[in-house]
């Protein structure tokens, strides 16, 4: 069984700043790519940004120059440093990785965590 725990949300002025964190655990026996998606009220799910596990980035535009991902791969832990935040940031932000398990370990399959949510206030 995999988990994916995030944590560091919460309520910020507009301008600042805030770091959130994933951690992956359980049965665990390689990680791909992990990454960071947002939903805000009434709209769909979007990519925020990704990093492979050689460290390559990806970044949706609207948080490029803001935004910084990174990974710790020892510590099975994506971060997601958050600066000039904006209220439209606001939303539910959710970590996800390609996960192969000790059981089934040629096949990466998605991994969502329960999602924390990030509030700007203007």
């Known amino acids: 069984q995999v988990q994916l725990v995030e944590s560091g949300g919460g309520l910020v002025q507009a301008g600042g700043s805030l770091r959130l964190s994933c951690a992956a655990s359980g049965s665990i026996f390689s990680l791909n790519v992990m990454g960071w998606y947002r939903q805000a009220p009434g709209k769909q799910r979007e990519l925020v940004a990704t990093i492979t596990g050689s460290g390559g980035t990806n970044y949706a535009d609207s948080v490029k120059g803001r935004f910084t991902v990174s990974r710790d791969n020892a510590k099975k832990t994506v971060y997601l440093q958050m600066n000039s935040l904006k209220p439209e940031d606001t939303a539910v932000y959710y970590c996800?990785?390609?996960?192969?398990?000790?059981?089934?370990?040629?096949?990466?399959?998605?991994?969502w965590g329960k999602g924390t949510l990030v509030t700007v206030s203007s």
């Open positions: 996800n990785a390609a996960i192969a398990t000790m059981t089934g370990r040629s096949t990466y399959n998605q991994y």
